[in-house]
């Protein structure tokens, strides 16, 4: 009888360890090591997503250095104030910190990776896109802020990829979650277009295709089916 109860007990005992190492590797259903894998996942799709962008600029560059500046209704308009340009840097920096505020404190970190993986595609389209109809840039001194690349220039003017990833911010937001965050991410987009327009960063044209090139991402990505291939990826 007692060797029998001491073996029950070892058994229980050691059923609780791996229980308990098993708890340690997962955080509220789900495995650390699978999610740094699809964060690795995400990362490779943003440097693409990078990648994508440094060529089509330079690609801009070097095709097409006469590019022409047309004349804009908005910009007839609404006056030029040069240094609003700043202004946009600072309501596109808001409206990440709003994101990562919402992420941390609604415990989404687990849709971290497929955040990254939207940044990405948001890039490689617009990389796409925007060597298609190069533009002139509208300022000379406007300067544009690249998370991905750091502080560099960019040629490419359609679609505006301040809008479209500021817009892609919002949409990750749920209202029912944070309905605050997603109030202030509206007025953030209203101020970005405004700011861009005002600092000539933008044509007007950008500044829609921006918008709907973030909605269509988004959308595909989560209800269509184009990226299932990718999903697999990044989903924990």
């Given at each position: 009888m007692g060797d029998g109860a001491a073996r029950r007990g070892g058994a229980r005992r050691?059923?609780?360890?791996?229980?308990?190492?098993?708890?340690?590797?997962?955080?509220e259903g789900f495995e650390w090591a699978r999610w740094l894998?699809?964060?690795?996942?995400?990362?490779?799709?943003?440097?693409?997503?990078?990648?994508?962008?440094?060529?089509?600029?330079?690609?801009?560059?070097?095709?097409?250095?006469?590019?022409?500046?047309?004349?804009?209704?908005?910009?007839?308009?609404?006056?030029h104030v040069p240094w609003t340009q700043y202004a946009v840097e600072i309501v596109y920096l808001a409206a990440l910190g709003?994101?990562?505020v919402y992420v941390w404190t609604n415990n989404h970190v687990r849709r971290v990776p497929e955040m990254m993986v939207l940044y990405g595609l948001l890039d490689i389209g617009r990389a796409l896109i925007m060597v298609l109809t190069p533009l002139g840039i509208p300022y000379e001194e406007a300067t544009h802020f690249n998370p991905s690349g750091g502080l560099m220039r960019q040629w490419g003017e359609f679609p505006s990829g301040?809008?479209?990833?500021?817009?892609?911010?919002?949409?990750?937001?749920?209202r029912d979650k944070a309905p605050a965050?997603?109030?202030?991410?509206l007025?953030?987009?209203?101020?970005?277009?405004?700011?861009?327009?005002?600092?000539?960063s933008h044509y007007s044209i950008d500044i829609v295709g921006g918008l709907l090139l973030g909605y269509v991402v988004y959308h595909q990505y989560c209800e269509g089916r184009l990226?299932?291939?990718l999903k697999r990826f990044v989903r924990v």
């Open positions: 050691l059923s609780h360890n791996v229980s308990m190492k098993r708890n340690s590797a997962m955080i894998r699809a964060l690795v996942a995400g990362a490779l799709v943003m440097i693409a997503g990078g990648l994508f962008t440094a060529a089509g600029s330079a690609l801009i560059e070097s095709w097409f250095p006469d590019r022409p500046t047309p004349r804009d209704l908005l910009f007839e308009l609404l006056p709003l994101l990562v301040h809008m479209a990833t500021i817009l892609l911010f919002y949409l990750l937001v749920d965050i997603k109030r202030a991410m007025v953030l987009i209203l101020a970005e277009v405004v700011f861009l327009l005002t600092s000539r990226f299932d291939w």
